[in-house]
């Protein structure tokens, strides 16, 4: 069965009590028992609901993983991810990552014992060179957000894997049409739902797929003990953008072409990140690990903060906002918003800079997103 069809229908046949074509919202907290011990496969909606089965099953369908899991929000879902670790246990960790996932590790794991490497993962060797004998895993981050930087997760896996570690993708700048980080390597993949795999800019979710059962368990465990799970309605919001994903990356993919090229001939830009692009450093590993390039666009404008600032207030179709992965296109100022928490001299080591836009490229016409953009250019 092909993407596009698997998203449609994939754990989303008929309703079998009603007949309902589209799989119904299961709203409700607690499930009856026929006697004790005895019951339909539900009992309690933290521990498992049927609509949140539904997108469950899907998404690990279309990762191409047998096991699903969702989550109120990505970092819930990375923090379920780094939960399985125990005190004492190495991580090795880019230092180009989003400013969530860092905040993650230095305010909650660090402080409980779990020891982190950052290194830059563009240097194999460098990445050797971290591991310990106490490293049980290492965490991908490809694209990087904001810069775009490409990692090799097949040759990552391979090293980390020789060193009896698991390996962790996060999927959320391509999702599931344009990565299958499992088919290269991974043992688990991380997204947040929020982004492309729901479109729409509607909630907050997030989703672990992976193909060990043994690791699968301890992470059903951590998150029936936490449980930060998404509700039924926020399952039901994500199957139903799931059923568009294959359109929509396509679209922000060509559209993303186009604002990426116009960017390279504009007088005010020092600098284009785009994977698409032949310039860019990584460009040959993402043809090899990737079928797309994806909709984001990051791009360095000359100046500093008040030009970037001039820039963000003369647009009319880009919104200035956090987050990416929409229908809509957004704007970002990573070195004050996604990044704020890094420090200075880190952001600076990484290429956050003070001139640095990140561009979440939607699917509107392309004419109305290049006529904006050269109109916020003309400082």
């Known amino acids: 069965m092909k993407f ?3 998203a449609i229908w994939v754990g989303q046949e008929a309703d079998k009590a009603t007949g309902a074509t589209i799989v119904p919202i299961y709203q409700t907290s607690t499930f009856t028992q026929e006697e004790v011990n005895k019951h339909k496969g539900y009992e309690y909606s933290r521990v498992g609901n049927p609509t949140r089965t539904a997108l469950d099953t899907c998404l690990a369908s279309l990762e191409e993983g047998k096991y699903g899991l969702t989550f109120s929000s990505g970092l819930a879902a990375e923090h379920a991810i780094l939960s399985v ?23 909650i794991f660090e402080p409980v014992n779990i020891k982190f490497t950052f290194t830059d993962f563009t240097d194999m060797e460098l990445i050797r ?13 490809t694209p990087t957000n904001p810069t775009l930087k490409i990692f090799d ?20 700048f391509l999702s599931p049409y344009f990565q299958k980080p499992l088919k290269l390597g991974a043992d688990i993949v991380v997204h947040s739902t929020t982004k492309y795999i729901n479109g729409h800019s509607d909630l907050i979710g997030g989703a672990i797929i992976l193909n060990s059962k043994e690791l ?20 039901w919001l994500t199957l139903r953008g799931v059923k568009t994903l294959a359109v929509r990356m396509r679209q922000h993919e060509q559209n993303a072409f186009q604002v990426a090229r116009f960017l390279q001939q504009q007088p005010n830009v020092s600098e284009v990140f785009f994977p698409g692009l032949e310039s860019h450093p990584g460009h040959a590993i993402a043809k090899k690990q990737m079928t797309g390039f994806g909709g984001v666009v990051s791009f360095k404008i000359k100046g500093g903060l008040a030009e970037s600032n001039n820039f963000f207030k003369k647009l009319k179709i880009f919104q200035l906002a956090d987050s990416l992965g929409g229908v809509e296109s957004l704007a970002n100022y990573s070195a004050l918003m996604t990044h704020d928490y890094f420090p200075k001299e880190l952001r600076k080591k990484i290429g956050v800079s003070d001139n640095l836009i990140r561009l979440s490229v939607g699917i509107e016409h392309i004419d109305d997103l290049l006529a904006d953009l050269q109109n916020a250019l003309n400082q």
């Not at 670790?85 to 905040?103: A, F, N, W």
């Not at 490293?135 to 991908?140: A, F, G, N, P, Q």
């Open 153 to 172: 997760i097949k040759a990552i896996s391979e090293i980390s894997h020789k060193k009896n570690a698991s390996v962790v993708v996060d999927n959320t």
């Open 216 to 235: 699968y368990d301890k992470i059903l465990l951590v998150q029936k003990s936490i449980g930060a799970v998404p509700s039924p309605f926020d399952s």
């Open 129 to 141: 060179k971290s591991f310990l004998p106490s490293t049980k895993m290492v965490w991908i981050e």
């Open 4 to 6: 596009e069809t698997k």
């Open 85 to 107: 670790l125990h005190p004492g246990d190495h991580v090795i960790v880019p230092e180009d990552m989003y400013g969530g996932t860092y905040r993650l590790i230095k305010e």
